[in-house]
């Protein structure tokens, strides 16, 4: 039963709600694959129980599911060194979200701004498991006994709730079984903005495509977003605090950045005094650059979508594998009975 915390291991999840945006790409997806060739243990999940928490139309999600899949893959994610799988496959993280549901208190969530943004005004109609989110991302992370968890800048009140959830459950028990966990939050891109609204951030579920740009995107697709993306009038400043109060103008200029792998102050080093004009045809001709080969990708890997699913079922299995001994010693410190034969073959 004993299992000794592993120093370093990394989990992290997206949700298969829609497109995946360059601003998860950014934001998340590239620093997985750097984890991941760094050598560390990498967990990636696409968390199919976090998209339900609003309407998801079944055949789109499955769709997403694998497509989010394919990208993973095309972005760098070799399934054979991280483990990639979708969470409803793996039972562990419905049943420690019951538990944490037990231990989250109700004013904590209440105050979780994503829960706030997505349920609006209307909270009265929105899901119950909307408001229970956090719960379940921090069972996603815990019962793996993860240890680090890189993220955009956006999941960090969540990631602080999931340590206040292990920080009450090791004290409630009079145990130090769950790690408290470090977010990764890091890079040049640990938030892209929305390219119509440089306050907004780039998401999946902006009603408006041109918001964002899509890793399905084709190249004219980026091109068109991308010379129509919002800018000012003036040229581009020759420091970064030319840009405090230019919030798209930034924006492009992190992105550049981001995917250039330079700092956003070498950028505006490099076009300080030109006009967004000749910025742009440089930006499009990057990020198409980037962004094609891995379209390209995604689009053959979806020609055969059994072995998509073949390789988030094997993915499943070795997730099952680290975390139902972890949910069993769970059940066993919180006085919950687990006496099936296969439960206890398996810890
Ligand atoms: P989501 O699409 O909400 O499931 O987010 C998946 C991951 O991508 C999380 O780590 C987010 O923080 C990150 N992410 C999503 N949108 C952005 C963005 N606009 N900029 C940077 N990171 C993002
Ligand atoms: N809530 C995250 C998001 O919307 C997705 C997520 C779910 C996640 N479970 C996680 C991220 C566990 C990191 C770790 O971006």
Redesign the pocket.
Request: hydrophobic letters at 40%.
């Given at each position: 039963m004993e299992e000794v915390p592993h120093p370093k291991r990394i989990?992290?999840?997206?949700?298969p709600s829609g497109n995946l945006t360059l601003g998860n790409y950014l934001g998340?997806l590239t620093r997985f694959v750097e984890l991941q060739n760094a050598g560390a243990e990498t967990i990636y999940?696409l968390?199919d129980l976090?998209a339900i928490t609003v309407r998801q139309d079944p055949d789109d999600l499955a769709h997403a599911t694998r497509e989010a899949a394919a990208a993973f893959i095309a972005a760098g994610i070799d399934p054979r060194r991280s483990i990639l799988f979708n969470?409803s496959q793996v039972a562990a993280h419905a049943e420690l979200a019951w538990i944490f549901n037990c231990v989250a208190r109700m004013g904590w969530l209440s105050r979780m701004t994503?829960f706030k943004d997505k349920a609006g005004k209307n909270r009265e109609n929105a899901s119950v498991g909307l408001f229970a989110?956090?719960c379940?991302?921090a069972a996603?992370?815990l019962a793996y006994h993860?240890t680090h968890?890189?993220?955009?800048e956006?999941?960090k009140q969540?990631?602080e709730l999931?340590r206040d959830i292990a920080i009450k459950f090791n004290q409630e028990f009079r145990q130090d079984f769950f790690p408290v966990v470090e977010p990764v939050i890091e890079g040049i891109a640990t938030r892209v903005m929305s390219l119509r609204d440089g306050t907004k951030k780039m998401s999946k579920s902006d009603p408006s495509d041109m918001s964002r740009i899509n890793l399905t995107d084709s190249a004219d697709l980026i091109e068109k977003k991308l010379r129509r993306a919002r800018t000012d009038s003036d040229p581009i400043a020759d420091s970064l605090d030319g840009l405090t109060d230019r919030p798209e103008a930034r924006n492009l200029i992190n992105i550049f950045a981001a995917l250039s792998e330079q700092t956003a102050q070498n950028v505006v080093e490099i076009y300080a005094g030109s006009q967004f004009a000749r910025f742009k045809d440089d930006l499009v001709e990057l990020a198409v650059e980037t962004i094609s080969p891995i379209t390209h990708d995604m689009k053959k890997l979806m020609e055969d979508p059994g072995e998509i699913d073949r390789i988030l079922g094997a993915g499943a299995e070795r997730a099952a594998a680290i975390s139902e001994p972890i949910l069993t010693q769970t059940f066993e410190i919180t006085g919950l009975i687990r006496s099936r034969p296969a439960a206890i073959d398996e810890s």
């Open positions: 989990f992290s999840g997206i949700q998340a999940c968390v976090h969470q994503q989110y956090p379940l991302m996603d992370i993860a968890v890189p993220v955009g956006d999941q969540h990631l999931t």
